[in-house]
């Protein structure tokens, strides 16, 4: 089957390749398909295997137009043209009968010859189908090529502005380059007009003499603009890199891509809620808005751990929010008064990356994650918070599910002046409500909400609903396997933010508060005298979370630690925050402190007044004249009884005087008879006895 093959003639010093336009048992028709003029010609069989051509694969590649396209209608138009001379196919290859041919359709369809002709030719040269006739506009012009005139205006002329304009020389482009380049393309705040006027600055420093008329009006700026700069190049240039990357680079692949399954990799990320929130202790007292760390696993989407809270973002919160991640949260959400089970929320144990910020993870802190869990850590580029946008979107998802629902929410750009009021004022929810709100809210998200846009890969079921947790029992069942799991207590342990603690006699004193262990006391730390052998700063773990349990690493060994209560002494800070501890601390101190310069202020008058009383008291010595002698202190004892006396009788006058004149009875335990007033029933002393 030779029809429609092309053929290079070796023996040729040009390029000839020739196309097999019919084909019979003696003989063959071939076209030479680099000629424009060229007619198919006769070749015998035996001839043609004697010509030594070489077979090649077709060298035009045929494009089908776009539908309704003005290359469709120039193709449809040259087909059907043609097409009554390819019904006597046989008679084309003579030249008298096509000339005849020919001759009946120019009169038929009132077409030149000239494109009649060519039309053939390609059909024949181009591989002989509708195709073969659509035009190559791909080919017309002078594509990458800039044309320049120095002798008149390309375009059309002006028919309202006086004058022809200018010839856009090559001087002239360069001063538009010069003026979109170091002027628009590097200024976000520059538009398209204002770059034409420095080119027109440009253009008028370089050719004082010119005249208005000559100046390159707006469109032909615009037009040099559009045909050198394209679209994406001037959004790229205009932007900066972390942003283009950022916000405007179209996204090359997903996030689950390279992400095989559950434990793969954690996204951890903290936000600051847009609510308000109010103090347990007293609803009075407006505590501000609270922290939210969120670790979710990137293959199923779930919500894996949780950090609700006051502290700012640091290792000490993400610590306790990567502690809950790898822990069982059923006892957690106990804590809020929630019930789930297992299967609710199974995403327990160690995972194998966690990406998060160039902050929290950065450092020392993150050493024992990798070196004790085994865990790579994975940190952001600078700016970058695309690179974990399953965690960033999952913000915006709960505060559409809270929101709705809750006073005191942030209030937008503007919104004070709208409203005439402040949300804030209207603040109700404790930290423990909010907490409980976020961990329904991530329950229900885990659980029943499926994910928009989820990309299964090719192995997935269809039956496998994109909801988070049937994807992470999925993934565990066939692609992963469990977790490796770790002591729980230990590990929030080790993870919990470790800080200096003071001992001394009254205990260990940490953030202001007093702690003990049996450990401690059994080495003799708290001992009062000096010879006691106590260290003076040890560290400590705390939950910021939980002020009645402090830990200290003696040994710096992952599993040892001692446990330490709160003392009595600070039974005020008990089931608190350290955040609200510290807070009443604070407010403690500054009430003693105004109390102290208080007390500072009356000082004075109360010194004064003692320096009086002294006064006086000397004054009546010197007055009475008395010697200084030793003989004064001979008798103090009698001197003392005889004052006694004096004082009792004076608190009798005075009872007597304000109080009544019925005296009650006295009966003796010891016999039946009554005591006699004047037996005596004198105050006691401890001198008499």
């Known amino acids: 089957m030779l029809l429609n093959q092309v053929y290079m003639d070796p023996h040729s010093e040009q390029l000839t390749q020739l196309r097999v336009v019919f084909e019979h048992v003696s003989y063959l028709m071939l076209i030479d398909i680099n000629d424009v003029n060229a007619w198919p010609y006769r070749v015998d069989i035996n001839e043609f295997d004697s010509l030594g051509l070489v077979k090649e694969p077709d060298p035009i590649t045929l494009v089908s137009p776009e539908r309704n396209s003005k290359s469709e209608k120039a193709r449809d138009r040259a087909f059907n043209t043609i097409s009554p001379l390819?019904?006597?196919?046989?008679?084309?290859?003579?030249?008298?009968?096509?000339?005849?041919?020919?001759?009946?359709?120019?009169?038929?369809?009132?077409?030149?010859?000239?494109?009649?002709?060519?039309?053939?030719?390609?059909?024949?040269?181009?591989?002989?189908?509708?195709?073969?006739?659509?035009?190559?506009?791909?080919?017309?012009?002078?594509?990458?090529?800039?044309?320049?005139?120095?002798?008149?205006?390309?375009?059309?002329?002006?028919?309202?502005?006086?004058?022809?304009?200018?010839?856009?020389?090559?001087?002239?482009?360069?001063?538009?380059?010069?003026?979109?380049?170091?002027?628009?393309?590097?200024?976000?705040?520059?538009?398209?007009?204002?770059?034409?006027?420095?080119?027109?600055?440009?253009?008028?420093?370089?050719?004082?003499?010119?005249?208005?008329?000559?100046?390159?009006?707006?469109?032909?700026?615009?037009?040099?603009?559009?045909?050198?700069?394209?679209?994406?190049?001037?959004?790229?240039?205009?932007?900066?890199?972390?942003?283009?990357?950022?916000?405007?680079?179209?996204?090359?692949?997903?996030?689950?891509?390279?992400?095989?399954?559950?434990?793969?990799?954690?996204?951890?990320?903290?936000?600051?809620?847009?609510?308000?929130?109010?103090?347990?202790?007293?609803?009075?007292?407006?505590?501000?808005?609270?922290?939210?760390?969120?670790?979710?696993?990137?293959?199923?989407?779930?919500?894996?751990?949780?950090?609700?809270?006051l502290e700012n973002p640091s290792w000490a919160t993400a610590s306790i929010a990567l502690a809950n991640t790898f822990c069982d949260k059923v006892e957690y959400c106990r804590q809020f008064g929630i019930d789930i089970s297992h299967a609710d929320w199974p995403s327990i144990g160690i995972p194998s990356t966690i990406t998060a910020d160039r902050g929290e993870l950065l450092g020392k802190h993150g050493d024992i994650l990798v070196n004790r869990f085994g865990i790579t850590l994975s940190n952001t580029r600078a700016y970058r918070g695309n690179d974990k946008g399953i965690v960033e979107k999952?913000?915006?998802?709960?505060?559409?599910?809270?929101?709705?629902?809750?006073?005191?929410?942030?209030?937008?750009?503007?919104?004070?002046?709208?409203?005439?009021?402040?949300?804030?004022?209207?603040?109700?929810?404790?930290?423990?409500?909010?907490?409980?709100?976020?961990?329904?809210?991530?329950?229900?998200?885990?659980?029943?909400?499926?994910?928009?846009?989820?990309?299964?890969?090719?192995?997935?079921?269809?039956?496998?609903?994109?909801?988070?947790?049937?994807?992470?029992?999925?993934?565990?069942?066939?692609?992963?396997?469990?977790?490796?799991?770790?002591?729980?207590?230990?590990?929030?342990?080790?993870?919990?933010?470790?800080?200096?603690?003071t001992v001394s006699v009254l205990g260990i004193c940490f953030k202001g508060l007093y702690y003990t262990c049996s450990e401690a006391v059994s080495l003799g730390w708290f001992h009062k005298n000096k010879s006691a052998k106590r260290p003076k700063n040890i560290e400590v773990a705390y939950n910021p979370l939980d002020t009645n349990t402090i830990y200290i690493r003696p040994d710096n060994q992952f599993d040892s630690y001692w446990k330490c209560s709160l003392q009595s002494r600070s039974r005020r800070y008990i089931d608190m925050t350290f955040t609200e501890a510290v807070s009443i601390l604070s407010e403690s101190r500054e009430t003693i402190a105004a109390t102290k310069q208080e007390a500072d202020y009356k000082a004075p008058d109360v010194q004064a007044e003692l320096e009086k009383i002294a006064k006086i008291a000397a004054e009546r010595q010197q007055k009475a004249d008395l010697s200084i002698s030793s003989q004064r202190l001979q008798g103090i004892r009698d001197n003392r009884n005889k004052e006694k006396e004096l004082e009792r009788q004076k608190n009798r006058d005075s009872q007597n005087q304000f109080g009544s004149d019925n005296k009650a009875t006295v009966t003796s335990i010891h016999s039946d008879s009554n005591i006699k007033e004047d037996d005596g029933f004198d105050y006691p002393d401890l001198d008499d006895f």
């Open 86 to 309: 390819l019904e006597n196919y046989l008679d084309l290859f003579d030249k008298k009968l096509r000339n005849a041919h020919i001759k009946l359709l120019i009169v038929r369809l009132n077409e030149p010859r000239l494109y009649i002709t060519r039309q053939l030719r390609r059909y024949w040269q181009r591989g002989m189908t509708p195709d073969a006739l659509t035009p190559d506009y791909s080919k017309c012009g002078a594509p990458g090529k800039v044309r320049r005139s120095t002798q008149t205006k390309l375009g059309r002329k002006r028919s309202v502005s006086p004058g022809e304009g200018m010839i856009i020389t090559n001087e002239i482009a360069e001063l538009f380059h010069l003026a979109i380049e170091g002027f628009y393309l590097l200024r976000e705040d520059v538009d398209l007009p204002k770059a034409r006027t420095k080119a027109i600055g440009f253009i008028k420093s370089k050719y004082p003499t010119i005249r208005e008329s000559e100046l390159p009006t707006d469109i032909q700026f615009r037009y040099f603009f559009e045909k050198n700069y394209s679209k994406p190049d001037v959004i790229k240039a205009k932007s900066s890199n972390i942003e283009y990357e950022k916000d405007i680079a179209p996204l090359r692949s997903t996030s689950v891509t390279n992400n095989f399954g559950p434990g793969a990799r954690y996204e951890i990320d903290a936000t600051i809620a847009d609510v308000y929130l109010v103090s347990d202790q007293n609803p009075d007292r407006i505590i501000g808005r609270p922290i939210i760390y969120k670790v979710k696993d990137v293959f199923s989407r779930m919500t894996a751990g949780l950090y609700v809270g």
């Open 394 to 501: 999952s913000f915006d998802t709960m505060h559409v599910d809270i929101l709705p629902y809750v006073e005191g929410k942030v209030q937008p750009f503007n919104g004070k002046k709208k409203a005439g009021k402040r949300n804030e004022l209207l603040a109700n929810l404790t930290l423990f409500d909010f907490t409980k709100m976020v961990i329904v809210s991530e329950i229900n998200r885990n659980t029943t909400t499926p994910l928009k846009s989820y990309d299964f890969e090719s192995d997935m079921p269809t039956d496998l609903a994109p909801i988070p947790v049937k994807l992470w029992r999925w993934g565990i069942k066939n692609r992963t396997g469990l977790l490796r799991e770790i002591d729980q207590h230990l590990i929030t342990i080790n993870l919990l933010p470790h800080d200096n603690a």
